[in-house]
């Protein structure tokens, strides 16, 4: 059971915006770490969408955007398209754990 | 263009060590102040951060894996390793090796923007 919970799945048809939630507690999101996004395909390494909390690494379309509040963060992907359909991963640090964390991940399905 | 590329054996026996290596090219890890860092995903599970480990030596562990973790980095053959000791069926993943997106930031700080192609290993008898 990962600290940071993720529904497992959200759908969108294409061109919709769709957002994953990355919901956790006061011992990371909510003590202020930041979080971290990633895009991975079955049998691909993780790609980095966007980090701490505000910044998105060259190459990754203005589509993708992330957001921070309280205790929880979530990945915004507008315009959505079928190449966007993959498995999303949140990032944080848990204080009480010490540890680097991941939350469970979410399937995209494009409609 | 920075490339990390894992190395192990794809079998592993329960009870032995899992040893991975991992040979980065296109940048120096002596000439850097990168954290070096291993992930694993186990078969239908998510991501798990294993540890991250400096240029100069110094370790992060992930206190699940208690003291069964060793990282070391070898700047000579700009390589960096991973030893899991007392492996069972469970350590059965996909073991990633990479790079926090800035240099001298731990990895849950700034996100991970360099992986290698990830390499499967096996803990079967």
């Known amino acids: 059971q990962s600290v940071l919970t993720q529904p497992p799945s959200v759908s969108g048809a294409p061109g919709q915006r769709v957002t994953i939630s990355c919901t956790g507690t006061?011992?990371?999101?909510?003590?202020?770490?930041?979080v971290h996004w990633y895009q991975k395909f079955p049998g691909k390494a993780p790609r980095l969408l966007f980090y701490e909390n505000n910044s998105r690494p060259s190459g990754v379309p203005d589509r993708f955007s992330g957001s921070k509040s309280g205790t929880s963060a979530s990945l915004a992907i507008t315009g959505l398209q079928a190449e966007d359909e993959a498995d999303y991963y949140c990032h944080s640090y848990d204080t009480s754990l010490s540890a680097s964390v991941f939350g469970g991940g979410t399937r995209l399905t494009v409609l | 263009q920075v490339q990390l590329q894992e190395s192990g054996p794809g079998r592993v026996k329960p009870s032995e060590p899992l040893s991975l290596t991992c040979t980065v090219s296109g940048v120096s890890i002596r000439g850097t102040t990168y954290y070096w860092v291993w992930i694993r995903q186990p078969p239908g599970k998510g991501l798990e951060w294993i540890g991250s480990?400096?240029?100069?030596?110094?370790?992060f562990y992930n206190p699940s894996f208690k003291s069964r973790v060793t990282m070391s980095v070898d700047s000579s053959k700009n390589q960096f390793s991973l030893t899991l000791t007392s492996v069972t069926a469970a350590d059965t993943a996909v073991y990633y090796c990479a790079r926090p997106s800035e240099e001298t930031f731990l990895e849950w700080s700034v996100g991970l923007d360099v992986w290698g192609q990830g390499t499967t290993v096996t803990v079967s008898s």
């Open positions: 480990i400096y240029h100069s030596g110094s370790t």
């Open positions: 006061s011992s990371n999101i909510g003590a202020g770490y930041g």
